[in-house]
């Protein structure tokens, strides 16, 4: 789970403060494994979160750890490269993600999941601080997945956003042979900021070569939004961040 709101904010960020996979995230364990202790890296083509780009839509290297018990409760930590701090006038170029929560099921096929997710950028120097915490919780029955993520604090250097929210709704369809397909929405609400609040969408395919114990999945994904380009346009080379796009990852998982 990750930055959102990236740079694009740099075109408002002076007036107001500061501000995969297709769309990649914490890599939060699913259930507990075997083996409780996880790690993957891996590369994508733009580092998409909740659809708008945080490296101005260039390539990001990724990597994170794992840990999931027994009981259902897991915690873990991510990393990934970015540039949108940097480029709102700030000094950090990789965004930490540490998280930790509980998995269960409720009842017959019904999973619940709840945790919190801290967002740090070492250094970052911007006013409000980009540093974000959330508190998130999502239901998953079959092959879909509804989640909502809470900010108690500003939200990714937002001026008084504390309680912001983002809600996804997905699906993960097994088409066998090791190939999922992901189809995703979300919509960000940035509180008292109605111009950054906006929809964005996915259409993820990947191939899973764990078969062949390589530990390797490699995806492809569609990934757009509806946000305004004048909320989030790149202030560096004008480009908009949220723009519609073919998004490549590559993850090994060991």
């Not at 915690?75 to 930790?100: C, F, N, P, Q, R």
């Not at 250094?123 to 998953?140: C, D, I, K, V």
């Not at 699906?171 to 940035?190: E, F, K, N």
Request: overall charge neutral.
């Amino acid at each position: 789970m990750k930055s959102i709101l990236c740079l694009a904010a740099v075109a408002t960020l002076s007036a107001l403060a500061s501000t995969a996979f297709a769309d990649e995230a914490p890599a939060i364990p699913a259930a507990p494994a075997a083996e409780p202790l996880s790690f993957n890296l891996g590369v994508v083509s733009d580092y998409r979160y909740r659809g708008i780009s945080q490296t101005r839509l260039k390539p990001a290297l990724q990597g994170g750890v794992d840990y999931a018990h027994a009981s259902g409760f897991y915690v873990g930590a991510w990393a990934s490269t970015i540039k949108w701090i940097k480029d709102a006038g700030g000094k950090a170029d990789v965004e930490l993600d540490l998280y930790g929560g509980y998995k269960t099921e409720i009842a017959p096929g019904l999973t619940l999941d709840v945790g919190g997710l801290q967002y740090v950028y070492a250094r970052n120097q911007l006013h409000p601080s980009a540093n974000t915490f959330e508190l998130y919780g999502a239901l998953s029955y079959g092959v879909f997945t509804a989640k909502y993520s809470h900010s108690t604090t500003n939200l990714f250097g937002f001026a008084d956003s504390k309680n912001s929210g983002y809600l996804d709704l997905s699906a993960a369809v097994d088409l066998g042979d090791g190939l999922t397909l992901t189809p995703h929405v979300g919509h960000q609400t940035v509180r008292h900021l109605g111009s950054a609040s906006y929809t964005d969408y996915a259409l993820t395919l990947a191939k899973d070569f764990s078969s062949l114990s390589s530990g390797l999945v490699l995806s492809a994904g569609v990934v757009g939004t509806d946000a305004q380009r004048a909320a989030y346009t790149s202030a560096v080379d004008a480009k908009f961040l949220g723009k519609t796009a073919l998004v490549l990852g590559l993850k090994k998982s060991f």
